[in-house]
Structure formats: C-alpha cells, structure tokens
Nanobody, 120 residues
C-alpha cells in the first residue's frame, strides 16, 4: 500500500508564495509520474503540474511561470513551489503518484489534500 500525505497549505494574500510538500510512503519499486491536482467546490479536479521519471515537467497554462514542481532523488517527496499566488488559485491541492509495487503490481494513489486559500 502506498500512502501520500500533503502539507504546507494555508491562508496567504495575493502575490505571496507557498510551498506544498507531499510525503510518499510504501514499498515502491518505481514511481512515474508524480503530480499535483487541485479542486474547488462544484468543479472537477484539474491537473496543476506533473513530473516524470526523466525529470520532464508539464504545467497547466494558468500556473505556468508561477508554479514549480520538484521531486527528490528517492521519489519519496514531491513539492510544489507556488509564487505570485492569485485568488483563483484557492483550492484543495492533492498529491498523486502512479507506479509499481514490486515488479508487476501497479498502483495509483492520492493524498487527502491540503487547502490553499488566497485572499485578495
């Protein structure tokens, strides 16, 4: 079983920064990709940023040049640096990881989310 736990959310003013962290625990053989999603009430969960095993990254257009996704070398930590925050970035942010436990057992896991609130 793979467990993900987010931290680092909070209340900030527009223009400020936050850094989200996601701790990944489990008997993981490989993980690819790792991603951050966000969701607001009444809307579908949307992809914010993704990082792949080779280090390649992709971002939602709305956060490009403001957010940066990183993973540590052991892939048990995922981070999202959020700069120049806007009120429309207010959401619950979720950590997501896909990979394998052992040689042939795939997994997809989600954290429970951390709330980011940006005031104007």
């Amino acid at each position: 079983q793979v467990q993900l736990k987010e931290s680092g959310g909070g209340l900030v003013q527009a223009g400020e920064s936050l850094r989200l962290s996601c701790a990944v625990r489990g008997n993981i053989a490989s993980v690819n990709p790792m991603a951050w999603y966000r969701q607001t009430p009444g809307k579908e969960r949307e992809l914010v940023a993704v990082i792949r095993s080779g280090g390649g990254t992709d971002y939602a257009d709305s956060v490009k040049d403001r957010f940066s996704i990183q993973a540590n070398d052991t892939k048990n930590g995922l981070f999202l640096q959020m700069n120049s925050l806007r009120p429309e970035d207010t959401a619950v942010y979720y950590c997501n990881a896909e990979g394998h436990i052992g040689a042939v057992s795939p997994f997809t896991s989600w954290g429970r989310g951390t709330l980011v609130t940006v005031s104007s």
